[in-house]
């Protein structure tokens, strides 16, 4: 079993930016796959980034060039740095973890909040 924690949701201005994180524990798999998904309201889940723990990346279309995903392989934190944040982007954010470079994700995390007010 793998726990994920988010933290650092908020309320911001547009334009803004914000930081979440995400810590995880329990059985980590040395090789794994990490990512960020949102939802926003009355919107089905999407996905926003995911990075492995060989430094791979990818992002959705709607936030390249705006957000960047990072970890901290030692502490297994994720981090999704937010910037220039439109109210769209308002959404519960989730954690998520693979086993392996997959993007089948077997664990979430119970999400934190970013809301961008225009």
């Known amino acids: 079993q793998v726990q994920l924690v988010e933290s650092g949701g908020g309320l911001v201005q547009a334009g803004g930016s914000l930081r979440v994180s995400c810590v995880a524990s329990g059985s980590i798999f040395g090789i794994n796959t990490m990512a960020w998904h949102r939802q926003g309201p009355g919107k089905q889940r999407e996905f926003v980034a995911f990075?492995?723990?060989?430094?791979?990346?990818h992002y959705a279309d709607s936030v390249k060039g705006r957000f960047t995903i990072s970890r901290h392989s030692g502490k297994n934190t994720m981090y999704l740095q937010m910037d220039s944040l439109k109210p769209e982007d308002t959404a519960v954010y989730y954690c998520a973890y693979a086993v392996g470079l997959s993007t089948n994700y077997a664990f979430w995390g119970q999400g934190t909040q970013v809301t961008v007010s225009s």
């Open positions: 990075i492995t723990t060989r430094g791979g990346t």
